[in-house]
């Protein structure tokens, strides 16, 4: 086999950057985040994939999500994920924007959520920057 055909051979073998990203969140979901703590939720996971397929295709998701499941932790990993493997696509590229239904939970977002996924991207080199986040108002 030629040199050539190796190397598109290998390339075809390749992992699409998508697949990448959705393997990220299975290894976040069932390794990096039970290391740390939490346990492994289905619903949460399964909301993550469709979460990140949304935004990566810059389209509207509507999803219905029992209390308990782990919504946050599942749409803060997809946004966390479409910066690191589209950050110059369609909505890679643009800021992301949370709307809170409580300040409560906004402040938890800021002071909690965003921290710990930061600290444990960071060491288990998710991420190479720290997340960072504002509040508007």
């Given at each position: 086999?030629?040199?050539?055909?190796?190397?598109?051979?290998?390339?075809?073998?390749?992992?699409?950057?998508?697949?990448?990203?959705?393997?990220?969140?299975?290894?976040?979901?069932?390794?990096?985040?039970?290391?740390?703590?939490?346990?492994?939720?289905?619903?949460?996971?399964?909301?993550?994939?469709?979460?990140?397929?949304?935004?990566?295709?810059?389209?509207?998701?509507?999803?219905?999500?029992?209390?308990?499941?782990?919504?946050?932790?599942?749409?803060?990993?997809?946004?966390?994920?479409?910066?690191?493997?589209a950050p110059h696509g369609p909505a890679g590229s643009q800021p992301v924007v949370i709307s809170t239904s409580s300040v409560a939970l906004q402040d938890a977002i800021i002071e909690e959520y965003i921290p710990f996924l930061s600290r444990i991207f960071l060491?288990?080199?998710?991420?190479?920057?720290?997340?960072?986040?504002?509040?508007?108002?």
């Amino acid at each position: 086999m030629s040199k050539l055909l190796k190397g598109e051979c290998a390339e075809m073998n390749k992992p699409t950057l998508k697949e990448q990203a959705h393997g990220e969140i299975e290894k976040i979901f069932r390794i990096l985040l039970p290391q740390n703590g939490l346990q492994v939720r289905e619903e949460q996971i399964t909301l993550c994939h469709a979460m990140l397929d949304t935004l990566l295709k810059n389209n509207i998701a509507l999803c219905d999500a029992g209390v308990g499941i782990g919504k946050t932790y599942a749409y803060l990993t997809a946004c966390i994920l479409l910066k690191k493997f589209a950050p110059h696509g369609p909505a890679g590229s643009q800021p992301v924007v949370i709307s809170t239904s409580s300040v409560a939970l906004q402040d938890a977002i800021i002071e909690e959520y965003i921290p710990f996924l930061s600290r444990i991207f960071l060491e288990n080199r998710v991420i190479s920057k720290p997340i960072r986040a504002i509040v508007r108002k």
